[in-house]
């Protein structure tokens, strides 16, 4: 009776033949001689569009795209609300800016109309003073006045002037 001897935790196993691809290939060459040309050419294209992509790609990353007209980036904080500049035009509201600009009557007909937040977080709240719309941001004021806009919340937003301060609901 005759033993084998096998590898410890196995039975014999016949290998696997090795292929040798070497021989496939300059065959496929030989029967199609352009492609001697057309893989090393595809092959630098690809090589210069991988460089030209780490060089200059960087530089795409880092630009500010809002230096382009028209080109929005979905990250950016930038919100364009139209009409409207800030201006109040309203001629009572001018009056009473002018005579005190700590009177609360500035903000006595103020509504609260809605805000955008930036993807940064930062609220922008919608003030509608009698027929003009203000765009105003925390630490902005009411026109020439010294009301400053210190919080804006989904259901308020609160000024200061001084040590009063006044809070406008939704």
């Known amino acids: 009776m005759a033993f084998e001897l096998t590898k410890k935790g196995g039975s014999k196993k016949n290998p696997k033949p090795q292929v040798n691809i070497l021989p496939k290939i300059e065959e496929f060459f030989q029967k199609n001689p352009v492609m001697k040309i057309v893989v090393p050419v595809v ?16 530089k795409v990353l880092t630009e500010d795209p809002s230096k382009d007209v028209g080109v929005q980036n979905p990250n950016s904080n930038i919100v364009e609300v139209l009409p409207g500049d800030n201006t109040i035009t309203d001629d009572k509201v ?7 600009p700590l009177s609360a009557d500035i903000l006595a007909g103020a509504k609260y109309t809605g805000f955008v937040t930036g993807s940064s977080g930062l609220k922008t709240a919608l003030i509608e ?12 004021t009411v026109g020439d006045s010294s009301w400053e806009v210190i919080e804006i919340t989904e259901d308020y937003v609160l000024f200061k ?10």
Do not use: Q
Not at 44 to 53: G, N
Not at 161 to 170: C, D, Q, V, Y
């Open 129 to 140: 003073i009698s027929k003009d719309v203000l765009v105003l941001s925390v630490g902005e």
């Open 161 to 170: 002037a001084g040590k009063a301060t006044k809070k406008i609901s939704r």
């Open 43 to 58: 092959g630098f294209l690809i090589i210069v569009t991988v460089f030209l992509l780490i060089v200059f790609g960087d």
């Open 94 to 100: 001018l009056e009473i800016i002018n005579k005190d």
